[in-house]
């Protein structure tokens, strides 16, 4: 009996080394797996690839997990299967009627150089294409761009196309759903994009079921463990806001769609301030081509099949507005925002006023800032006192010291937590649009921005941030060196993230 029972024992005992064995095997291979990716993929970047070699040798199981999920953006096999999608879009809608039409009509509006920024962003952004005779107008909040928005929906006469990366499940989600819902009902073509990533949170997907009957709706990057487990990742994330009606009216900047963007006192401090832009003219058309580049890709259709869908209304002159859209990520305009920001700092003689929600960018592009100054030139940073992440605004905090030792301005806004994104540079042109001034907008999400010149806008923005630098506190240099160690420990701890925030 005694030997039955030893035996048993030893036969457990086997069997628990074994697994154990089989455990650490299986984590020596995911690590040596992560290890060839990350050299694959992020070679180029020497920061980031040192972070994660760190956190996965520190934490094996946990940095694996943390890697899949957070860390490999497969930006070369998804940016070449994007690059593919779009090349072939083009490719085989340009020769339909309307659209060689809309291109025949388009090159009297096309401008080319006029400056050394405009001249600069020709070169380094061949993808993009400043277009003359638009109207653009400065939306403050939801509390003015929602009723357009719903609006130019409601008087909508063949399509609607709507892209953002949160649809709440809200009052003004429901409400522009249901309205969706109504003009579909009429026979106007919706269709919707919305980042499954950033929907999520917001139960878009149950609002849908219950109001999205006759929309046509597609998520970008599924949000499924069913169809891989590389694909349960936030990196890459469609990151756009836009909405354009009949190829002729359009709405793009850093507003979602959710209530917290009319800020009101039962919302507090989950209010949310923010910039839109309404845009008329020549430009719509490029907008109404893009969303249907990207719904082609997402949505796994043939360009043949979306040749119905093209609208592109005759070109109209509207205003005087110089637009130049750079739709930035991966396999269409490659790390276009951040070449813009970089153009900005690089070609400014006078001032670059920036507000951004997440300022946390990379090494080269602080320096550039701090020569900017050199220059003699205004920097200004404009960051909210109230983030939503407290990490970012850790790692925004980290960076203050050197920068305002050398003369770069930072103001902390006061109030609600300010999400606009925006920059003016020499009060001669701007940048308004859904990327914020930080690594993930350089250099991993699909933005949409616009490059906007000429009046009144240039003075309506200037005045806008005028006001967001009254509604601030400046940073001195002297609370920067009364901070206790402590504060320090932890803004230098997230700072080490940077290239994960």
């Not at 457990?12 to 993929?41: M, Q």
């Not at 920001?341 to 090494?363: C, G, L, N, Q």
Request: net charge positive; charged share 25%.
């Amino acid at each position: 009996m005694l030997r039955n029972i030893r035996g048993k024992i030893m036969g457990t005992h086997e069997i628990i080394v074994l697994a154990y064995i089989i455990w650490i095997g299986l984590v020596v291979l995911a690590i040596l797996f992560c290890a060839a990716d990350i050299l694959r993929n992020q070679g180029d970047e020497p920061q980031r690839t040192l972070l994660w070699f760190t956190v996965i040798a520190a934490f094996p199981v946990f940095g694996v997990l943390l890697y899949f999920f957070a860390g490999r953006s497969r930006t070369d096999s998804i940016g070449r299967r994007i690059a593919l999608s779009a090349d072939d879009f083009l490719t085989k809608i340009r020769p339909h009627e309307n659209v060689f039409r809309y291109f025949s009509e388009l090159k009297p509006y096309i401008r080319n150089g006029g400056s050394l920024s405009a001249e600069m962003l020709d070169r380094i952004l061949p993808e993009t294409r400043a277009i003359r005779g638009n109207h653009v107008a400065l939306l403050r909040d939801g509390t003015a761009a929602y009723p357009q928005m719903l609006k130019e929906i409601h008087n909508a006469k063949r399509s609607i196309l709507l892209q953002s990366f949160i649809i709440a499940d809200d009052e003004i989600g429901r409400d522009i759903l249901k309205a969706l819902e109504y003009k579909a009902s009429t026979g106007v073509e919706v269709k919707i994009l919305y980042d499954s990533f950033g929907s999520f949170f917001s139960a878009f997907y149950r609002m849908f079921n219950r109001f999205g009957r006759g929309i046509e709706t597609f998520r970008i990057r599924p949000f499924s463990l069913m169809n891989s487990f590389t694909r349960w990742r936030i990196q890459m994330r469609n990151h756009r806001k836009l909405l354009v009606i009949d190829g002729k009216t359009a709405f793009l900047g850093g507003i979602n769609i959710s209530a917290a963007n009319v800020p009101t006192k039962r919302h507090g401090d989950s209010a949310i301030h923010d910039l839109h832009c309404r845009i008329e003219g020549p430009v719509a058309g490029e907008l109404e081509l893009l969303f249907l580049r990207d719904w082609m890709y997402a949505a796994k259709e043939k360009p043949a099949d979306l040749v119905s869908s093209v609208v592109l209304p005759p070109v109209e002159r509207k205003g005087d507005h110089s637009v130049r859209l750079v739709a930035s990520g991966w396999g269409q305009c490659c790390e276009g925002s951040g070449k813009v920001f970089y153009t900005a700092v690089a070609t400014a003689r006078k001032s670059v006023w920036i507000i951004s929600p997440y300022f946390v960018p990379d090494t080269p592009f602080l320096m550039a800032l701090r020569m900017a100054v050199a220059r003699g030139v205004d920097v200004r940073i404009i960051v909210p006192l109230n983030n939503n992440h407290f990490y970012v605004k850790l790692a925004s905090r980290s960076f203050y010291g050197p920068l305002i030792s050398d003369g770069v301005r930072i103001f902390e806004r006061k109030g609600v937590f300010v999400h606009a994104k925006a920059m003016l540079v020499d009060s001669e042109w701007a940048l308004v649009g859904s990327s914020n001034c930080d690594v993930r907008s350089f250099r991993l999400n699909f933005e949409l921005d616009a490059v906007i010149r000429g009046e009144p806008f240039l003075s309506t923005l200037k005045q806008e941030l005028e006001n967001e630098l009254a509604a601030s506190n400046e940073i001195t240099l002297e609370q920067i060196l009364a901070k206790r160690k402590a504060v320090r420990a932890a803004e230098n701890l997230c700072a080490l993230l940077t290239p994960l925030l």
